[in-house]
């Protein structure tokens, strides 16, 4: 497998400043229509789609109408409204919004002057789009992604990661159209998450710990630094509460402190050199996956941490060193989902276990896009942006090709990048949606 992907940083600035869009038509329209448990997902070729689970509703986004190799068979409700797109251009990373009306996305365009990048903005059923920001410098936050695109989980505000000039920054868009970007921070490596109400974030940005009250040009601060090595600060779903990696008294421990107030702390469990973390979506534990190498990108130990000082529940360790390598909580807390490592096929598997940790099912056995590793590699961070879980918890959108394990239960496959849907009970087979690098599902 390729080596973990690491962040660009050029330099650090502690300068806000705004960017105006490009003019062009607003995606703002009358009766803007949800879209309900719907995938989006990007062709090999670079289009945007939005289908149905079972395949069917298929909406072309994006792309030129000409690309049939990218269209799978639309003859059961599809609807290609695709938005002009030139040979030269394509788009990636598409993130939903939380109300299901709008993506956004990253577009590349290749011209004879150099290569345009910028972040698209668009409406889910139509594709009518606008550009809320171009770079300046058409450099990459990391091989594979352009940027890093966040919608907060409530209201129309837009947050995204891009490389400029000065080094790698945050910037929000308020969601009106016509509207500048705003500069929030910039430096690396530099992760983050949203309040569940918006008004605020969590920010790790190098050795800093902070939260960010009204994220913009009046934001509040309080801060402190934290030598640890881990990635997204936690949130809890009230909002009270931040999780993080500090020093404790005999070596690193995963501390909690109340978002009004980060100079109250409390241990609730030693953890190694190199560790990631999320809290369950009731609020009552923590996801902890940690690891006793620090010289590997993967986990070797994945436990649940209830919040109240509980028993520990471990969901995996030890026999088979460095197997986890991400996580995923379900949208009600009551199963988490990782990938795992299968040594001795080389290749990954996708688990799923009850929140409680007793029943772990081994679903499917893949090797992951390039678009699928990238998401792998910071899941700490995409978690809150993009969700591999259908909203009722019931499956998973993957996109890679079949392993060794999967081909020898069900025979032979369409080779390339496709999309799959798999059943976390195990009962159904693999649901192949057609050729793609990358899906994500709407959060309603």
């Known amino acids: 497998m390729v080596g973990l992907l690491s962040l660009s940083v050029l330099a650090c600035s502690?300068?806000?400043d705004s960017l105006t869009p490009e003019s062009g038509p607003s995606i703002e329209t009358e009766g803007e229509s949800t879209q309900v448990n719907r995938i989006a997902y990007v062709s090999p070729g670079g289009a945007l789609f939005a289908v149905d689970p079972d395949g069917t509703n298929l909406s072309q986004l994006t792309g030129s109408l000409?690309?049939?190799?990218?269209?799978?068979d639309i003859g059961s409700g599809g609807d290609i409204q695709?938005?002009?797109?030139?040979?030269t251009e394509y788009h990636t990373w598409p993130t939903w919004s939380a109300d299901g009306t709008k993506l956004a996305a990253s577009r590349v365009?290749?011209?004879e002057d150099g290569t345009d990048v910028s972040v698209r903005v668009m409406d889910a059923r139509t594709g009518r789009s606008e550009t809320v920001?171009?770079?300046?410098?058409?450099?990459?936050?990391a091989e594979g992604a352009p940027h890093y695109i966040y919608w907060a989980p409530t209201g129309n505000q837009l947050s995204f990661l891009a490389s400029t000039p000065e080094g790698l920054s945050l910037f929000v868009w308020d969601g009106q159209s016509g509207n500048p970007v705003n500069l929030i921070d910039r430096g690396a490596p530099l992760y983050y998450q949203w309040s569940?109400?918006?008004?605020?974030?969590?920010?790790h940005l190098g050795p800093d710990i902070m939260w960010a009250k009204s994220p913009g040009k009046n934001s509040t601060r309080e801060s402190f630094r934290s030598p640890a090595n881990f990635k997204t600060p936690a949130i809890s779903p009230d909002g009270q509460s931040m999780a993080y990696v500090d020093e404790a008294d005999f070596g690193l421990g995963l501390f909690i402190s109340p978002t009004n107030d980060l100079n109250q702390s409390n241990k609730i469990v030693d953890?190694?050199?190199?560790?990631?973390?999320?809290?369950?979506?009731?609020?009552?534990?923590?996801?902890?996956?940690?690891?006793?190498?620090?010289r590997t990108p993967l986990f070797d130990l994945l436990m649940l941490v209830p919040v109240d000082g509980g028993p520990t529940t471990t969901l995996t360790s030890g026999n088979n060193p460095s197997e986890v390598w991400a996580f995923f909580w379900s949208p009600a807390g009551d199963k988490l989902a990782w990938v795992a490592v299968n040594p001795e096929e080389q290749e990954l598997e996708w688990v799923v276990s009850p929140s409680d940790g007793s029943d772990n099912k081994r679903l499917f056995s893949f090797q992951p896009s390039s678009e699928m590793f990238i998401m792998f590699s910071f899941f700490d961070q995409y978690a809150y942006s993009h969700s591999p879980w259908s909203p009722d918890g019931k499956s998973?959108?993957?996109?890679?090709?079949?392993?060794?394990?999967?081909?020898r239960s069900n025979g032979r496959t369409p080779t390339g990048d496709r999309i799959y849907v798999l059943d976390v009970e195990g009962n159904e087979s693999p649901r192949d949606l057609g050729a793609g690098v990358l899906a994500v599902w709407s959060w309603n």
């Open 82 to 87: 695709a938005q002009p797109l030139q040979i």
């Open 396 to 407: 998973l959108v993957i996109a890679g090709t079949k392993g060794k394990v999967e081909l």
């Open 109 to 111: 365009t290749l011209g």
């Open 66 to 72: 000409q690309a049939q190799v990218d269209i799978p």
């Open 133 to 141: 920001y171009e770079n300046g410098l058409a450099g990459l936050v």
């Open 14 to 16: 502690n300068s806000v």
């Open 271 to 294: 953890v190694g050199p190199n560790s990631a973390v999320m809290w369950s979506p009731d609020g009552s534990q923590l996801a902890v996956a940690d690891q006793s190498n620090p």
């Open 196 to 203: 569940p109400d918006a008004q605020a974030m969590a920010i």
